[in-house]
């Protein structure tokens, strides 16, 4: 009797972590009417400086709180080092930005309910540094492949899920760093005030990699829009030619 009731134990539970990654994969895919908006965010090591344990806890436990009332589910990952976060029901984007900006985080990840032209619902999901949208996604992906990522990832009890923002399959075309310039003469620069902040944001994102006291999940951050704004300021500069 005592051995069934512990494997009826391990089932049940084997059960729960199921059900709610299934849970959260139903309402990625748009498949719960309920659900219009989604966020994921942690407060972790806030600013992209490591910090230590105790005081991540005590972060995610403030963070909790600013939730009362909002529902969340608690889900883990990996993201250069173990990362606790939480996935958000019914949040909106400057609700969201806001949080992010509260605990300090380099980016949020918001997402919202569309409809196809057949009417079929998914999620469009963003990748949001301060408040600007730097990439966009139509698609979660949950399924085996996933399984054998080992970082940058997302999980519920035990199973991974992932939104691929700056993977290159999901690219029309990819940005690489080999072969690209880094830095830009002052007189290269168009008298151009979107041009201007993007020159400013690229020496800022390149000293930011070159610090010692930054976290893995910061250093991608930072990698990945250079390589967005080195095009983006290229394209400025063809643009003269």
């Known amino acids: 009797m005592k051995l069934l009731l512990e494997n009826w134990r391990k089932y049940k539970k084997t059960l729960l972590k199921e059900g709610g990654f299934s849970r959260i994969r139903q309402i990625m895919l748009g498949q719960v009417p309920s659900i219009d908006q989604v966020g994921i965010l942690t407060a972790e090591n806030p600013h992209g400086v490591p910090s230590p344990p105790e005081q991540n806890k005590a972060l995610m436990k403030q963070l909790k709180q600013a939730l009362q009332g909002v529902g969340y589910t608690n889900i883990g990952g990996s993201f250069g080092s173990p990362e606790q976060s ?14 992010g900006h509260d605990f300090g985080q380099e980016a949020v990840i918001w997402g919202q309910k569309l409809r196809t ?26 399924g085996e492949g996933v399984q054998a990522h080992t970082d ?15 993977d290159e399959e999901y690219e029309a075309a990819t940005p690489t760093m080999a072969g690209r310039r880094i830095s830009f003469e002052p007189d290269e620069i168009p008298d151009d005030d979107e041009a201007q902040q993007v020159a400013e944001s690229i020496k800022k994102r390149s000293r930011l990699l070159l610090e010692k ?12 829009l250079l390589k967005i704004e080195i095009d983006k300021l290229k394209n400025f500069l063809e643009a003269l030619e």
């Open 86 to 99: 939480v996935f958000i029901n019914n949040i909106s984007r400057d609700d969201m930005t806001k949080l």
């Open 152 to 166: 940058f990832y997302s999980e519920k009890g035990g199973r991974k899920f992932l939104i691929p923002f700056f």
């Open 117 to 142: 032209d057949s009417g079929d619902p998914f999620f469009q999901f963003e990748y949001i540094e301060g408040n600007n949208t730097v990439q966009t996604r139509d698609v979660s992906l949950g």
């Open 213 to 224: 006291n930054r976290t893995e999940k910061s250093r991608h951050h930072h990698r990945n």
